[in-house]
């Protein structure tokens, strides 16, 4: 059963325009945590930012941020004044402590930044 | 400096010729994962050693295994490679025992091709 899911395959946004990545994770453990990956073509992965399932407030990090809504499931990017250099694969992950730190991925999001 | 360390970054293989890729880390940390990630897709987690157990996931094919040595070194060792084997495989690390187990910490990866 697919853990994490990304509903948007690709996404076509303008420049300085903010963009939501969807992501939402099925767990039925208490204890976890929810990561946002970004890979260009370049291949490297590169952490955007994490958040805690017991953590009260969302993450945020620079133009990035995370809409973590425990209830619903969801663990949204948000990245604030899209860049050129935005354009990249946007994976999200969750990490699971109760199966000795598990961590998988959804299966992205690729972001196109228009000019 | 770098911290996780895939070598080689490129290798060739021939069908059914035993391969072995491996990944060194500098960190000290306690969680390494071996990923395989194809073209435009996300990374599948093969198997990751909490310490020394090791934990292989269900649809992670018989042919391939991997080994923990001592805490730095991690191999994923392919026995029999076929066409469908050539992928990115990237090596991680976390680090939960000592808290720093909010990111994943990558290796540059290992381009495997399979003539």
């Given amino acids: 059963a697919q853990k994490i899911t990304q509903t948007q395959p690709g996404m076509f946004v303008q420049e300085k325009e903010a963009v939501t990545l969807d992501c939402t994770y099925d767990t039925s453990d208490q204890s976890y945590g929810l990561f946002w990956y970004k890979q260009p073509s370049s291949g490297e992965m590169i952490f955007l930012i994490y958040q805690g399932s017991y953590d009260e407030q969302n993450a945020t990090e620079g133009r990035y941020s995370l809409n973590f809504q425990k209830a619903r499931k969801s663990a949204n990017l948000v990245i604030s004044a899209s860049q050129l250099g935005d354009s990249a694969m946007y994976f999200c992950a969750m990490r699971e402590p109760d199966r000795d730190d598990k961590i998988i991925f959804g299966k992205g999001t690729r972001l196109h930044i228009l000019p | ?115």
């Fill in chain 2, 1 to 115: 400096d770098a911290m996780v360390i895939q070598n080689p970054r490129y290798q060739v293989t021939q069908f059914g010729k035993p391969v072995t890729l491996s990944c060194s880390q500098t960190l000290n940390h306690n969680v390494m994962y071996w990923y395989q990630q194809k073209s435009s897709q996300a990374p599948k987690l093969l198997f990751h050693y909490y310490d020394k157990d090791f934990n292989n996931e269900a649809d992670t094919p018989d042919n391939f295994q991997s080994r923990r040595p001592n805490t730095s070194f991690c191999f994923l060792d392919i026995r029999s490679p076929g066409l469908g084997d050539a992928a990115m495989y990237l090596c991680a690390t976390s680090s939960p025992r000592d808290g720093t187990n909010e990111k994943l910490f990558f290796g540059s990866g290992t381009q495997l091709s399979v003539l």
